[in-house]
């Protein structure tokens, strides 16, 4: 019997969602049918009482509030002062003005906690840059597609906030078990970048100038904004004197300060920023609420016991859990944004990495670098249109230029696979 209710459940949730129907409402429905297999009497007010007890999670408010940091930086003039600013710092090394893409995109990643907002704002600088300055297009936008997801990973992430709620993980470790592995995806980016143009010299525009201490010196008038900005949010956070809500109430003032300092904070920029970030939100809340009666549902069913005892009987290994996971997240990756791909399994899947002795801390790094494969993964990419529109190119070319960082990014689980401690070192330290 139980069997039956899990097919056709599974049946029913593939059908709504390959339907086009809205991810809240498939969520929604296929919990309400489950519950209505457990006990018909108890459906709707298990249904009001869940989703009311998930909005009402004090965590879960530090999400809007990096939102709305976000959105309000996307329209100030840091995306184009970190250009300007790291340009002259990254002249000397092989691939110049390649690697201001990877830079800018971390650390425009640490104000905004989005990959697809760090992929459009440092895209529409550094792109156009590039390319007039003739640079490969292919490379230009393949490091840009790559860098672009470290908005995933670098605190504040958007998506470890949900993971977190969803899991009862602490925002704090997540964001400090992200530091270290976003730093080495993005030095993994570089070295990628800087090996290629030693291997096609020709292709890299000479420097028209020699940069001196002097303009490097200048230049960080440019960067210290954002730098300056970094450290109050996850210095806060780091060393303990503030949560994650409190340090996003504090990056939202850092950035009004930063918008009204370079003159971009006007009323209609102030309305658009919070208007944008209110509908990110409600999205994203309406679906964790909807997600929260599904586990509900999932639990009532017992299927999530149901699937730990399946998955403990196969006698897996670690690495081969773990491959099938990231095989797993990347076929859902081709149809299903990060955020619904996180909230629609991980209630699911929390009993069965608990008894395979997965540390929950650990996976939520691993589950965000699946995601960030997820967002240069077609059809569903959602990085790969935002290149398209920039680059105005077709999307097989843009594919092709993304395949060496997707490439990277294996590399990168592969590494958080063998030294987990790249993950777990510095949340001990806290």
């Known amino acids: 019997m139980e069997l039956v209710v899990a097919i056709t459940l599974v ?49 879960i408010t530090s999400l809007p509030l990096f939102l709305w940091m976000g959105e309000i930086l996307f329209r100030t003039k840091l995306p184009m002062n970190l250009f300007s600013g790291l340009a002259p710092w990254v002249n000397w090394l092989p691939g110049r003005l390649l690697h201001v893409t990877v830079l800018g995109s971390a650390l425009f990643a640490a104000v905004s906690g989005s990959s697809t907002a760090t992929c459009s704002t440092v895209g529409k600088i550094s792109l156009p840059e590039l390319l007039k300055r003739k640079y490969p297009e292919k490379i230009a936008i393949g490091s840009l597609a ?14 470890m906030i949900v993971y977190g709620v969803a899991t009862d993980v602490s925002i704090s470790q997540l964001f400090a078990a992200g530091l270290i592995p976003g730093l080495i995806v993005a030095l993994l980016f570089m070295v ?57 109430a504090v990056g939202v003032l850092g950035a009004l300060i930063l918008s009204w300092s370079d003159g971009t904070l006007t009323p209609k920029v102030f309305k658009d920023g919070l208007v944008s970030a ?55 990756g081709c149809f ?68 060496p960082m997707f490439l990277l990014l294996i590399v990168a689980l592969a590494l958080l696979f063998a030294f987990p401690e790249l993950v777990l070192w510095l949340p001990s330290l806290l």
């Open 11 to 59: 049946t029913l949730l593939l059908v709504l969602l390959l339907s086009g129907y809205w991810i809240f409402f498939t969520l929604l429905l296929v919990a309400l049918v489950a519950m209505l297999f457990v006990n018909p009497d108890v459906a709707g007010d298990s249904m009001l009482l869940t989703i009311w007890g998930s909005t009402m999670n004090w965590t």
């Open 146 to 159: 790559g860098a672009a997801t470290l908005g995933l990973l670098i605190p504040p992430s958007i998506i």
């Open 192 to 248: 990628y970048l800087g090996f290629w143009s030693l291997l096609h010299p020709d292709e890299i525009p000479r420097s028209d100038r020699i940069t001196t201490v002097k303009d490097k010196l200048n230049s960080l008038r440019s960067l210290l904004p954002a730098i300056l900005l970094v450290l109050a949010v996850l210095g806060s956070i780091y060393t303990g004197i503030a949560t994650a809500t409190e340090a996003a």
């Open 278 to 332: 209110s509908r990110s939100y409600c999205m994203i809340g309406i679906i964790m609420a909807a997600a929260s009666f599904l586990t509900l549902a999932m639990g009532f069913l017992g299927l999530p016991a149901a699937l730990a005892e399946t998955i403990s009987s196969f006698q897996l290994s670690s690495l081969q859990f773990i491959i099938l996971l990231t095989l797993f997240y990347m076929t859902l």
């Open 336 to 403: 299903l944004d990060g955020i619904s791909m996180v909230v629609l399994t991980i209630g699911v899947l929390q009993s069965a990495l608990e008894m395979a002795g997965i540390d929950l801390l650990w996976f939520g790094v691993f589950i965000v670098i699946v995601v960030e494969l997820a967002q240069i993964t077609p059809p569903v990419g959602f990085n790969l249109f935002v290149l398209q529109h920039l680059s105005q190119r077709e999307m097989g070319y843009i594919i092709r230029s993304v395949v």
